[in-house]
């Protein structure tokens, strides 16, 4: 027969003692015992989830509760553990176990679920570190402890540690041969008939027990519906729900961080800065890139213009009206000019502007020997008359 029961959902924890007392075989009877007590358990991940630590000296996680939602596979992982040996640090165990598996991180359900967090110690020994303080500190913490002694077990230090009343929580055996004896009284305690696990309570998501009663709740990102049992999922990306700098982007009652465009999101997840949009490989400007917040515009070189693309150069005419200062004529020289100016006139030194050129007023070499024979002509004439007259 089914030996499984229809247990309220747990959150529960074995923390088993694996110190230099417990002698190999002993050891695998605690391994047979957490098996059968997995056999007794409504096993899944929206019932009882499980995680075993081992502990001595040290502590280890064996698998936290967000690994195994199945029993075949808990049983597997529990087979393969093996002992650590050394000292009994159950104090440093049970904060391990408040620290490091009782976090919405490593499957602990949110304490809106109303889920029940158990914790199963089972040593042999006496503690070597203070339990009292810690165990204290994790049932205030809303952590119900059972423990179970075996053999050489301290009962003091079991009953220091455990809940409330304690004929309920402190258990003891003889030897680790008959441990799971101890299997049927847990399955007495966990399996308490409640409507909300016989499955009939037509709930989407989530059942609360209250008494002969329940209530409906959903899980982080949902929100009940009018009906009081279905659950429909929250717009996480409404203003105040989240902390993106710039986008959310609703995913399944989740939410993701984006940017805008030029934007990327920084190693927080939520912020966003301005990419450098005008680095080597992310524009299209054929001369010149101006990054401007995020986005980037082009630009040309001096002598260069920019074509209606928005994005080539073409050389300018230096020589266009407008764009020199010369008074009459522009040379284009490239990407440079120089003035010039028209037939009779001269550049002035500004380089710039024109003056009109002197005509000297001396004749030409031609015109100033025609003058000379003309002189010379004159001079024999005028000397043959004087002549002519004296006779």
Do not use: W
């Amino acid at each position: 027969a089914d030996t499984a029961c229809k247990n309220r959902p747990l959150d529960l924890v074995f923390i088993v003692d694996s110190s230099r007392s417990v002698r190999p075989e002993e050891f695998e009877k605690v391994k047979i015992f957490l098996s059968e007590m997995i056999d007794t358990l409504d096993v899944g991940e929206r019932t009882t989830r499980v995680a075993v630590m081992n502990y001595a000296s040290t502590v280890k996680v064996e698998f936290p509760l967000r690994t195994y939602f199945d029993k075949a596979s808990m049983k597997e992982a529990v087979s393969r553990i093996e002992p650590l040996s050394a000292g009994t640090m159950t104090g440093l165990a049970i904060q391990t176990a408040m620290d490091e598996v009782f976090t919405e991180e490593m499957g602990t359900r949110p304490a809106s679920f109303n889920i029940p967090k158990v914790v199963i110690v089972v040593t042999d020994g006496r503690p070597q570190d203070q339990v009292q303080d810690v165990a204290a500190s994790a049932r205030t913490a809303g952590v119900e402890i059972y423990a179970v002694g075996v053999d050489r077990a301290d009962m003091q230090s079991l009953r220091i540690m455990a809940s409330e009343p304690l004929d309920e929580h402190v258990f003891y055996v003889e030897t680790y041969g008959v441990i799971e004896k101890l299997t049927s009284r847990f399955r007495e305690t966990f399996c308490a008939v409640n409507v909300c696990a016989l499955g009939t309570h037509g709930c989407q998501q989530v059942c609360v027990a209250n008494g002969a009663s329940y209530l409906c709740d959903c899980y982080e990102g949902y929100t009940l519906n009018p009906d009081k049992r279905t659950c429909s999922a929250v717009d996480v990306c409404a203003p105040g729900r989240h902390e993106c700098d710039q986008i959310c982007v609703s995913n399944n009652g989740s939410y993701v961080c984006d940017c805008y465009e030029g934007y990327t999101l920084n190693p927080d997840r939520k912020t966003c800065s301005a990419m450098d949009m005008c680095a080597s490989g992310r524009h299209d400007c054929a001369q010149v890139c101006l990054s401007n917040d995020g986005s980037y515009s082009c630009a040309c070189y001096e002598g260069y213009t920019l074509n209606p693309d928005k994005k080539t150069c073409s050389a300018a005419d230096v020589c266009a009206p407008g764009r020199h200062d010369c008074e009459q004529v522009c040379v284009s020289d490239e990407l440079s000019y120089t003035c010039d100016c028209h037939q009779g006139y001269t550049l002035n030194p500004d380089r710039k502007t024109c003056s009109r050129a002197i005509t000297s007023s001396l004749v030409t070499t031609d015109e100033s020997c025609k003058c000379e024979a003309i002189v010379a002509l004159q001079d024999s004439v005028t000397s043959h008359l004087e002549a002519l007259s004296r006779k």
